[in-house]
T-cell receptor
């Protein structure tokens, strides 16, 4: 079953703007991961944040994790048209066994 | 990292037939998974492919409909049996190099299946 819920479901912004996507989950986790999917193809791993971490950066990506609120956010700064894709969060439980995807956010970056 | 070759990339099949999807990894991996992604939806885990033993299926998925083979640590197949239009989806193979999911997962490019 899916425990991650993401919002917004769809987001449309202009190139150069920042995009923020949120993910909420229900049970305790070991880590939370963000993935990107272009046009229904395979998923590409973006970033992994562990339950004892609060923030991670990778290039233009910034991920936060609030375990007290059971939520995470993905911020893409200075967006580009090439960032147009679907973004999914996925949670891993404390046993490292269950990998559950959220419903995803469809991001459109307009040139 | 792991590079995954998934074949076929797409197919259009007649209802009642079966399709076997192959997943080849360029290195030995402990964990291999098969997912289904229905149009406009997120990924749903079908099963974990276990090397040398029967796959572990998630609720709602059964071996008769989705038989899986995993003869070694680099290869697996998923068969979609007795297909109906409701089986039209993207099917994705995924691997994790660790013994659990505490590291990133790698995905094949998916198989886009259309059943007519």
């Amino acid at each position: 079953s899916q425990q991650g819920e993401e919002d917004p479901q769809a987001l449309s912004i202009q190139e150069g703007e920042n995009a923020t996507m949120n993910c909420s989950y229900k049970t305790s986790i070991n880590n939370l991961q963000w993935y990107r999917q272009n046009s229904g193809r395979g998923l590409v791993h973006l970033i992994l944040i562990r339950s004892n971490e609060r923030e991670k950066h990778s290039g233009r990506l910034r991920v936060t994790l609030d375990t007290s609120k059971k939520s995470s956010s993905l911020l893409i700064t200075a967006s580009r048209a090439a960032d147009t894709a679907s973004y999914f969060c996925a949670t891993v439980d404390n046993y490292g066994q269950n990998f559950v995807f959220g419903p995803g956010t469809r991001l459109s970056v307009l040139p | 990292s792991a590079v995954i070759s998934q074949k076929p990339s797409r197919d259009i099949c007649q209802r009642g037939t079966s399709l076997t999807i192959q997943c080849q990894v360029d290195s030995q991996v402990t964990m291999m998974f098969w997912y289904r992604q229905q149009p406009g939806q997120s990924l749903t885990l079908i099963a974990t492919a276990n090397q040398g033993s029967e796959a572990t299926y998630e609720s709602g998925f059964v071996i008769d409909k989705f038989p899986i083979s995993r003869p070694n640590l680099t290869f697996s197949t998923l068969t979609v049996s007795n297909m109906s239009p409701e089986d039209s989806s993207i099917y994705l193979c995924s691997v994790s190099q660790g013994a659990n999911m505490n590291t990133e997962a790698f995905f094949g490019q998916g198989t886009r299946l259309t059943v007519v």
